[in-house]
T-cell receptor, first 115, second 112 residues
Framework: DAGVIQSPRHEVTEMGQEVTLRCKPISGHNSLFWYRQTMMRGLELLIYFNNNVPIDDSGMPEDRFSAKMPNASFSTLKIQPSEPRDSAVYFC?????????????FGPGTRLTVL | QQQVKQSPQSLIVQKGGISIINCAYENTAFDYFPWYQQFPGKGPALLIAIRPDVSEKKEGRFTISFNKSAKQFSLHIMDSQPGDSATYFCAALNFGNEKLTFGTGTRLTIIP
């Protein structure tokens, strides 16, 4: 089992550029979550999908952030335009969602630095 | 608004000692309380979890104590080992909206 796969692992970009983060959930999992981790705010849920449908995007900070899940095996988080305050580690997690208590399995994260 | 407050921010414990991390919550709609362990460069991983109808849950050296009336819960790591050095996050799940809210994390260091 490869676990949740995220790419890239590290991204350095300049302010104003578009950034796309990618996630492949564990096969068979039908819920997918995007989190952002910073020293100041800890782990924050940005958005989550169930069966490829966005269920709650109330954590998305601004319209500059968008997320898609075109199929059960792929999701993207896009930031356009990026700003220095977007610098953080972004995690994708997936779960089976037989129950909300089902364990969320996290990927290794993408460390984003916006200069 | 921080709905789950975690302390301490960092903790140093000697090998063989007991590590204790505390969390408090405000929202009575939370009904599941997992703890996650995160090593540097890795994503968080579920360590142990408890439901609010149970006051204690033990798995090996790890124990969650839960006080529903005080809205507090804590993680105890017995016989702490250097391999336990990591960041620990408490979390709370709102079953209604299926969202996990995390504490701010505790960086635990076990020294020989």
């Amino acid at each position: 089992d490869a676990g949740v796969i995220q790419s890239p692992r590290h991204e350095v970009t300049e302010m104003g550029q578009e950034v796309t983060l990618r996630c492949k959930p564990i096969s068979g999992h039908n819920s997918l979550f995007w989190y952002r981790q910073t020293m100041m705010r800890g782990l924050e849920l940005l958005i989550y999908f169930n069966n490829n449908v966005p269920i709650d995007d109330s954590g998305m900070p601004e319209d500059r952030f968008s997320a898609k899940m075109p199929n059960a095996s792929f999701s993207t988080l896009k930031i356009q335009p990026s700003e220095p305050r977007d610098s953080a580690v972004y995690f994708c997690a997936s779960s089976t969602r037989r129950s909300p208590r089902d364990e969320q399995f996290f990927g290794p994260g993408t460390r984003l630095t916006v200069l | 608004q921080q709905q789950v407050k975690q302390s301490p921010q960092s903790l140093i414990v000697q090998k063989g000692g007991i590590s204790i991390i505390n969390c408090a919550y405000e929202n009575t709609a939370f009904d599941y309380f997992p703890w996650y362990q995160q090593f540097p460069g890795k994503g968080p991983a579920l360590l142990i979890a408890i439901r609010p109808d149970v006051s204690e849950k033990k798995e090996g050296r790890f124990t969650i104590s839960f006080n529903k009336s005080a809205k507090q819960f804590s993680l105890h790591i017995m016989d702490s080992q250097p391999g336990d050095s990591a960041t620990y996050f408490c979390a709370a799940l709102n079953f209604g909206n299926e969202k996990l809210t995390f504490g701010t994390g505790t960086r635990l260091t076990i020294i020989p």
